[in-house]
């Protein structure tokens, strides 16, 4: 199994520029979520999925969408760059029952100037 | 992360141990974990442990949780220059499946 992959792993955006960070899951997992990872501010959930058609908000959702068609994909989609939105993002993936981890993916740096 | 707490920067040296603390604020959570972050990588769970347990060790690991006072502490045992890197507790409240992470403590082990 390649686990949790996402690419890609370095994007610079102008601002004002949309783009889709991809993730995707070969461990057939039905639960999905997207992180970011700021200085000093841990970990921050942005969007997560339970399943097949199903997303739901989580902390900081603002600026960014998401959907999940399959149960292997969940991309994240930013509609308008912005600086504030300059962070590494994280994909992670769990299967469905409880005490299983969360499966994290190697992140995607960017950075939007 | 506001509902869960760590100190931010722990340093020790070569082959002391280490404890890493927390507290966090949801009594029903019903796991505890801990993730480590190495350089540049993403987040490997560590260890966790059940909200009915007390403590678990694993080889050089000890984690000990304190229900009463919603505290969670990891102790590395003989820690090591690879043991560097920032820990991040966890924890999953109302039973979620999606948890809340803390802001990650970084440990620095130096020679």
């Known amino acids: 199994n390649a686990g949790v992959t996402q690419t890609p792993k370095f994007q610079v955006l102008k601002t004002g520029q949309s783009m889709t960070l991809q993730c995707a899951q070969d461990?057939?997992?039905?639960?999905m979520s997207w992180y970011r990872q700021d200085p000093g501010m841990g970990l921050r959930l942005i969007h997560y999925?339970?399943?097949?058609?199903?997303?739901d908000q989580g902390e900081v959702p603002n600026g960014y969408n998401v959907s999940r068609s399959t149960t292997e994909d969940f991309p994240l989609r930013l509609l308008s760059a912005a600086p504030s939105q300059t962070s590494v993002y994280f994909c992670?993936?769990?299967?469905?029952?409880?005490?299983?981890?969360?499966?994290f993916g190697p992140g995607t740096r960017l950075t939007v100037l | 992360g506001e509902d869960v707490e760590q100190s931010l920067f722990l340093s020790v040296r070569e082959g002391d141990s280490s404890v890493i603390n927390c507290t966090y604020t949801?009594?029903?959570?019903?796991?505890l974990y801990w993730y480590k972050q190495e350089p540049g990588a993403g987040l490997q769970l560590l260890t966790y442990?059940?909200?009915?347990?007390d403590m678990k060790q694993d080889q050089r690991l000890t984690v000990l949780l304190n229900k009463k006072d919603k505290h969670l502490s990891l102790r590395i045992a003989d820690t090591q220059t690879g043991d560097s890197a920032i820990y991040f507790c966890?924890?999953?409240?109302?039973?979620?499946?999606?948890?809340?992470f803390g802001r990650g403590t970084s440990l620095i082990v130096h020679p």
């Open positions: 992670a993936s769990r299967p469905a029952g409880g005490g299983d981890t969360q499966y």
């Open positions: 461990m057939n997992h039905e639960y």
């Open positions: 999925s339970v399943g097949a058609g199903i997303t």
């Open positions: 949801d009594s029903s959570s019903t796991y």
């Open positions: 442990i059940f909200s009915n347990m």
């Open positions: 966890a924890e999953n409240p109302g039973g979620s499946y999606i948890p809340t």
